[in-house]
């Protein structure tokens, strides 16, 4: 397990579970109170390292039911806690912010839907080419995703 650490408002991975305490820092930091609930979404996203869809959250949070698990995640998207991305099966996804501030997800990195275990990877270092629109044309958001299997599943499918 890994959770974060904040140094100068930045996060930075550390191996071990994130506690009560370091949640309540983290949302105090972003705006937000403290709940029962915000806590359990707000570890359960950090433990699993990965973009989550709400059927997957609330596949992993079985004693939460699905409509408390939306209020928290909208709550998390309007201040900046998480931010969300289709995941191109029309269903978003929600991945922690990596800092303390504003989360601007405009760093143009890629994301991969994998096919066979449904799950959703940030591939962070892998950046989405520079372009230009047409003379008129006015961007509002930019999602690139890549479908297929991921190495765990195309592993299990040549073994």
């Not at 930075?12 to 806590?39: D, P, S, W, Y």
């Not at 939460?64 to 939306?70: C, L, N, T, Y």
């Not at 760093?107 to 275990?117: A, K, L, N, S, V």
């Not at 372009?131 to 509002?140: I, Q």
């Amino acid at each position: 397990m890994q959770s974060q650490t904040s140094v100068n408002g930045l996060f930075f991975k550390k191996a071990m579970k994130m506690k009560q305490e370091e949640a309540i820092i983290r949302l105090k930091h972003k705006g937000v109170g403290a709940t029962a609930n915000r806590i359990l979404v707000l570890k359960k996203l950090e433990e699993e390292q990965r973009p989550m869809s709400l059927s997957s959250l609330e596949a992993a949070m079985p004693n939460m039911d699905k409509s408390s698990i939306f209020r928290v995640l909208t709550l998390f998207l309007e201040h900046d806690v998480v931010h969300a991305f289709e995941d191109g099966r029309g269903l978003l996804n929600y991945e922690l912010c990596a800092n303390d501030g504003a989360c601007h997800h405009n760093d143009g990195h890629i994301h991969f839907y994998c096919e066979t275990c449904h799950q959703s990877f940030c591939l962070d270092d892998i950046h989405i080419p520079q372009f230009s629109l047409p003379s008129g044309f006015v961007a509002r958001s930019m999602s690139f995703v890549i479908k297929g299997q991921c190495e765990k599943c195309s592993k299990k499918r040549k073994g």
